[in-house]
């Protein structure tokens, strides 16, 4: 029982991390009908900026954040304004670019900074662990999930109590006619791209002291994110929380009681299926055409 | 039916000397050139299944290299078991070391010459045919495609690595004996065995092309570009979707089976994602809607790789990344519609836009 | 004798009724025309019959058949035509493919395998010749007209050849002249085909009409000829307001 209940708040951490990551991949799709698939990328980014501030400048990861962000954010922006943003109407080839994006960002890391491992320390300030009953848990860890569901606030915040929320939410209802109004759409999807990147680097930078760094360790990631979207549906940050849970929970479950790779055929499958039987979930809501 | 199809003639034939005669001739018929190009051709093959139905009707398979690794296997298991027949109970050597009791049932078939042929066609088909059945009864198009396909590839890798005992794991199927053939032992370093593999491509792209010459690959456009109204002309969507799917299926397990001949090995890198993305990429650059220039894609790019990748160890892969961007962005119709884009110009005809992109349905 | 026989057909998107209690014969070989305000659920009805929506309760046979829960392509089979408002051809196949797409007699995967290319005559050649698309067989789709794509739709269906062809609003977009047309060309398919058709268009329903029915909030408001239609107080309030 009290190994369940350890494996269960390791699983909830995850779920952190997925969350952010997943509502990166959420906003993206749902504003602009892009699956990027270079989003595995953007995390794996964030955690090697994170390892260079460390090992070069000697910050913490928590200092980082913000400049992660930023530079992320940043890299995010040059892809749309590069590549993205000239195959809105095609969503195949987005896939296709996306793809190409992320094997070329891997290659780069890979030749440049080395296909080894690289590790992060947990900032001193979280080292430690709080006990409460049997259950152990970790301050970084608790950390990160206090930390991601202040971002589900700030990204809910951003989406419904912003000018930038309104003008995003125009331009997903009808772009020509948001342009009629003023609304630069180009500009809003740009934005909304640097900001989905943006917390994927912040995710990636949050793995570093979880797991080792590596330039692939962003693929399996985006796996699970994108369970996390199938499930949670577009447009739902709520949604989207909720799924991320229960894709965190499941997998620590899984590969308790089962081996990683019957876990991973076991997501892939719910993937397939959850397509097939509950496309609703993926698509905007369904209106009268 | 339109101008095209004289050109794609053209094409083909023009294609079918160069394979037959040209290469050969220009290779000085070594035999180590000529290995290297059969691999060449039977990732044409593969290239060739994906623009049957990625260039034709818009179904995108991200998976299309696990029925390519599947004809593999199946070929690498038939010439496994001849090259275990000294071994205890008939069983492969890798059995032996994992303590399997006796050769299981689905290997049995295998030793079987024939059986080995058609299942390395039938198999792929029977289980592209499956999925396609599942997703296109329940109408999924588009990026969904895409992403369950992918997606299912993954899982059957996983499984075949997983599954260490019955399919050698990560080493795949090593071992294997030279194929026999009834009167004919294959030699993979020879003209003829070359002259095998490039009558398999030619024989498959003439029938991709009478598929997309008849009704069948004019309906399948039309799905392409909108395959509800389709519908109210009283097809049925989904059954044309899975047939040219299986069909694709059926091509790229016979492109695996001779993968197999050509390497001597089958392994689960053939059904990776880096593998499904290098067909992609193949299609891409030599035009997706052209079934002979997504195999001269294949051609080319594998090349280019043969004589690069020497050059530049780690950047290839950096280099194939970036042209397959430029490609999707700025010539998605491939060198193909470059082709045709020049053939206009020459003859001062009405410009075809070898810039425009290629409609999604 | 009763062709299209609908009876008490209703569908509700989320707390709308669209289609209320419709209750709708047509008789063989008839030209009926459909009016109403908009959201009335013409085009709806249109739906309902060809198989883009399914129907929440209610009936519809076709033929003796009941269709209700038939698939498109199935329904197409049985012989119902459906042409849209926005003209739906396949703007990347030149205007000869598009015809060969509707020519769908045989619309089996075995039968398409062995097929190449249907000659230009007989019934092609006729359908192609009434809508003046004759030089402009290997145009793509995509660079005719508005116009030409109308009737390039109105061809598609002529081929096709189904016992009900449903459309909706065929002219819309056209010139005097074309619409002028047009209803010749209803008028010649009278009798060989049932015909319904949704328009808006008072000038062209007077030239083809027999018999029209109005409809209003998802149900039959008014059914007579053209005239008692025009005489009718009811309908003159629902389109005047109340």
Request: overall charge neutral; charged content about 15%.
């Given at each position: 029982?009290?190994?369940?209940?350890?494996?269960?708040?390791?699983g909830l951490?995850?779920a952190?991390?997925?969350?952010?990551?997943?509502?990166g991949l959420?906003?993206?799709?749902?504003?602009?009908?892009?699956?990027?698939?270079?989003h595995?990328?953007?995390?794996?980014?964030?955690?090697?900026?994170?390892?260079?501030?460390?090992?070069?400048l000697?910050?913490?990861?928590?200092?980082?954040?913000?400049?992660?962000?930023?530079?992320?954010?940043?890299?995010?922006?040059?892809?749309?304004?590069g590549?993205?943003?000239?195959?809105?109407?095609?969503?195949?080839?987005?896939i296709?670019?996306?793809?190409?994006?992320?094997?070329?960002?891997?290659?780069?890391?890979?030749?440049?900074?080395?296909?080894?491992?690289?590790?992060?320390?947990?900032?001193?300030?979280?080292?430690g662990?709080?006990?409460?009953?049997a259950?152990?848990?970790?301050?970084?860890?608790?950390?990160v999930?206090?930390?991601?569901?202040?971002?589900?606030?700030?990204t809910?915040?951003?989406?419904?109590?912003?000018e930038?929320?309104t003008?995003?939410?125009?331009?997903?209802?009808?772009?020509?006619?948001?342009e009629?109004?003023g609304?630069?759409?180009?500009?809003?999807?740009?934005?909304?791209?640097?900001?989905?990147?943006?917390?994927?680097?912040?995710?990636?930078a949050?793995?570093?002291?979880l797991?080792?760094?590596?330039?692939?360790?962003?693929?399996?990631?985006?796996?699970?994110?994108f369970?996390v979207?199938?499930?949670g549906?577009?447009?739902?940050?709520?949604?989207?929380?909720?799924?991320?849970?229960?894709?965190?929970e499941?997998?620590?479950?899984?590969?308790?009681?089962?081996?990683?790779?019957?876990?991973?055929?076991?997501?892939?499958?719910?993937?397939?299926?959850?397509?097939?039987?509950?496309?609703?979930?993926?698509?905007?809501?369904?209106?009268?055409? | 039916?339109?101008?095209?199809?004289?050109?794609?003639?053209?094409?083909?034939?023009?294609f079918?000397?160069?394979?037959?005669?040209?290469?050969?001739f220009?290779?000085?018929?070594?035999?180590?050139e000529?290995?290297t190009?059969a691999r060449?051709?039977?990732?044409?093959?593969?290239?060739?299944?994906?623009a049957?139905?990625?260039?034709t009707?818009?179904?995108?398979?991200?998976g299309?290299?696990?029925?390519?690794?599947?004809?593999?296997?199946?070929?690498?298991?038939?010439?496994?078991?001849?090259?275990?027949?000294?071994?205890?109970?008939?069983?492969?050597?890798?059995?032996?070391?994992?303590?399997?009791?006796?050769?299981?049932?689905?290997?049995q078939?295998?030793?079987?010459?024939?059986?080995?042929?058609?299942?390395g066609l039938?198999?792929p088909a029977?289980?592209?045919?499956?999925?396609?059945?599942?997703?296109?009864r329940?109408?999924?198009?588009?990026?969904?495609?895409?992403?369950?396909?992918?997606?299912?590839?993954?899982?059957?890798?996983?499984?075949?690595?997983?599954?260490?005992?019955?399919?050698?794991?990560?080493?795949?199927?090593?071992?294997?004996?030279?194929?026999?053939l009834?009167?004919?032992?294959?030699?993979?370093?020879?003209l003829?065995?070359y002259?095998?593999?490039?009558?398999?491509?030619?024989?498959?792209l003439l029938?991709?092309?009478?598929?997309?010459?008849?009704?069948?690959g004019?309906?399948?456009?039309?799905?392409?570009?909108?395959?509800?109204?389709?519908?109210?002309?009283?097809?049925d969507?989904?059954?044309?979707?899975?047939?040219?799917?299986?069909?694709?299926?059926?091509?790229?397990g016979?492109?695996?089976?001779?993968?197999t001949?050509?390497?001597?090995?089958?392994?689960?890198?053939?059904?990776?994602?880096?593998?499904?993305l290098a067909?992609?990429?193949?299609?891409?650059?030599?035009?997706r809607?052209?079934?002979?220039?997504?195999?001269?894609?294949?051609?080319?790019?594998?090349?280019a790789?043969?004589?690069?990748?020497?050059?530049?160890?780690?950047?290839?892969?950096l280099?194939?990344?970036?042209v397959?961007i430029?490609?999707?962005?700025?010539?998605p119709?491939?060198l193909y519609?470059?082709?045709?884009a020049?053939?206009?110009?020459?003859?001062g005809a009405?410009?075809?836009?070898?810039?425009?992109?290629?409609?999604?349905? | 004798?009763?062709?299209l026989?609908?009876q008490?057909l209703?569908?509700?998107?989320?707390?709308?009724?669209?289609?209320?209690?419709?209750?709708?014969q047509?008789?063989m070989?008839?030209?009926?025309?459909?009016?109403?305000?908009?959201?009335a659920?013409?085009?709806?009805?249109?739906?309902?019959?060809?198989?883009k929506?399914r129907?929440?309760?209610?009936?519809?046979?076709?033929?003796?058949?009941d269709?209700?829960?038939?698939?498109?392509?199935?329904?197409a089979?049985?012989?119902?035509g459906r042409?849209f408002?926005?003209?739906?051809?396949?703007?990347?196949?030149?205007?000869?493919e598009?015809?060969?797409?509707?020519r769908?007699?045989?619309?089996?995967?075995w039968a398409?395998?062995?097929?190449?290319?249907t000659p230009?005559?007989?019934?092609?050649?006729?359908?192609?010749?009434?809508?003046?698309?004759?030089?402009?067989?290997?145009?793509?789709?995509?660079?005719?007209?508005?116009?030409?794509?109308?009737?390039l739709?109105?061809?598609?269906?002529?081929?096709?050849?189904?016992?009900l062809?449903?459309m909706d609003?065929?002219?819309?977009?056209?010139?005097?002249?074309?619409?002028?047309?047009?209803?010749?060309?209803?008028?010649?398919?009278?009798?060989?085909?049932?015909?319904?058709?949704?328009e808006?268009?008072?000038?062209?329903?007077r030239q083809?009409?027999?018999?029209?029915t109005?409809?209003?909030?998802?149900?039959?408001l008014?059914?007579?000829?053209?005239a008692?239609?025009?005489?009718?107080?009811?309908?003159?309030?629902?389109?005047?307001?109340?």
């Open positions: 029982m009290d190994a369940l209940l350890n494996q269960a708040f390791a951490s995850m952190s991390i997925l969350l952010i990551v997943g509502l959420a906003i993206i799709y749902g504003s602009m009908g892009v699956i990027n698939l270079a595995g990328e953007f995390v794996m980014l964030g955690a090697y900026v994170a390892w260079a501030m460390q090992t070069f000697g910050f913490s990861i928590l200092t980082s954040l913000p400049l992660i962000f930023v530079v992320i954010a940043f890299v995010g922006w040059l892809v749309e304004r590549v993205v943003h000239r195959l809105y109407r095609r969503p195949l080839d987005t296709l670019a996306t793809w190409g994006i992320g094997i070329v960002l891997q290659q780069l890391v890979r030749m440049f900074i080395g296909p080894e491992s690289r590790f992060v320390a947990t900032p001193s300030l979280l080292e662990n709080t006990v409460i009953g259950v152990v848990m970790s301050n970084y860890r608790l950390f999930i206090v930390f991601a569901l202040a971002v589900l606030a700030a809910w915040a951003l989406m419904t109590r912003t930038f929320g003008r995003l939410r125009a331009v997903i209802q009808n772009r020509e006619i948001s009629c109004y609304i630069r759409a180009e500009k809003v999807y740009a934005m909304t791209f640097a900001y989905g990147a943006g917390l994927a680097g912040v995710a990636g949050l793995l570093t002291p797991v080792s760094t590596t330039p692939s360790m962003g693929t399996y990631l985006v796996v699970d994110a369970l979207v199938i499930i549906g577009v447009g739902s940050l709520i949604g989207t929380a909720v799924a991320a849970a229960a894709v965190g499941a997998t620590a479950l899984f590969s308790m009681l089962m081996n990683d790779t019957l876990g991973r055929i076991a997501v892939l499958l719910a993937i397939i299926l959850l397509i097939r039987f509950r496309p609703n979930g993926l698509f905007p809501q369904t209106i009268r055409r | 039916m339109n101008r095209t199809n004289k050109y794609d003639f053209l094409g083909y034939i023009a079918a000397v160069i394979i037959l005669l040209g290469v050969p220009l290779l000085g018929f070594d035999g180590f000529l290995n190009f060449y051709l039977a990732l044409a093959m593969v290239a060739m299944a994906l049957l139905s990625w260039g009707a818009g179904l995108l398979n991200l299309q290299a696990a029925t390519f690794g599947i004809g593999s296997y199946v070929m690498a298991m038939h010439l496994k078991l001849a090259a275990s027949t000294n071994n205890p109970g008939g069983m492969p050597d890798f059995m032996g070391w994992t303590n399997v009791e006796s050769l299981p049932w689905f290997w078939p295998f030793h079987s010459l024939t059986v080995t042929l058609l299942a039938l198999l029977a289980v592209a045919g499956l999925m396609a059945a599942f997703m296109f329940g109408r999924i198009t588009g990026v969904f495609v895409a992403i369950i396909t992918l997606a299912f590839m993954v899982a059957l890798q996983l499984v075949f690595i997983e599954e260490q005992r019955f399919t050698g794991g990560q080493n795949g199927l090593t071992g294997l004996a030279p194929l026999s009834p009167g004919w032992t294959v030699d993979t370093y020879s003829s065995f002259y095998l593999v490039a009558g398999c491509l030619i024989v498959a029938l991709g092309m009478l598929v997309v010459r008849s009704k069948v004019l309906v399948l456009r039309a799905i392409r570009e909108d395959a509800s109204r389709v519908r109210y002309f009283g097809y969507v989904a059954s044309y979707e899975t047939f040219v799917f299986c069909l694709s299926a059926a091509i790229a016979w492109a695996g089976m001779l993968y001949l050509v390497l001597e090995f089958a392994s689960p890198t053939y059904m990776s994602v880096s593998f499904s067909i992609v990429i193949w299609c891409a650059v030599g035009g809607e052209s079934l002979v220039w997504a195999a001269v894609g294949a051609i080319l790019v594998n090349l790789e043969g004589r690069l990748s020497d050059v530049f160890v780690e950047g290839w892969l280099i194939l990344g970036l397959f430029l490609f999707v962005i700025f010539l119709r491939g519609g470059l082709a045709l020049m053939v206009d110009r020459l003859r009405p410009r075809t836009d070898a810039t425009l992109p290629v409609k999604e349905g | 004798m009763t062709v026989d609908i008490n209703t569908v509700q998107f989320g707390g709308l009724k669209a289609v209320n209690g419709l209750n709708l047509v008789k070989g008839e030209l009926r025309c459909l009016l109403g305000p908009n959201g659920g013409k085009s709806t009805t249109l739906d309902l019959i060809c198989g929506t129907a929440t309760s209610g009936k519809i046979m076709f033929d003796g058949t269709i209700t829960e038939l698939a498109e392509y199935r329904r089979r049985c012989g119902i042409k408002q926005v003209p739906s051809v396949f703007k990347e196949l030149t205007v000869i598009n015809i060969e797409i509707a769908s007699r045989r619309p089996g995967l398409a395998l062995s097929t190449f290319r230009i005559r007989g019934r092609v050649k006729d359908v192609l010749d009434r809508v003046s698309l004759v030089e402009h067989i290997d145009t793509k789709a995509g660079n005719l007209s508005h116009g030409q794509t109308q009737w739709e109105i061809a598609m269906l002529l081929a096709q050849d189904s016992k062809i449903l609003e065929p002219t819309a977009g056209m010139t005097i002249q074309e619409t002028l047309k047009t209803a010749e060309i209803f008028n010649s398919l009278r009798g060989e085909h049932t015909i319904i058709v949704v808006h268009d008072m000038q062209f329903v083809v009409a027999q018999r029209v109005v409809m209003n909030q998802g149900s039959v008014a059914d007579g000829s053209i008692e239609i025009e005489a009718d107080a009811r309908v003159k309030a629902v389109y005047l307001g109340h």
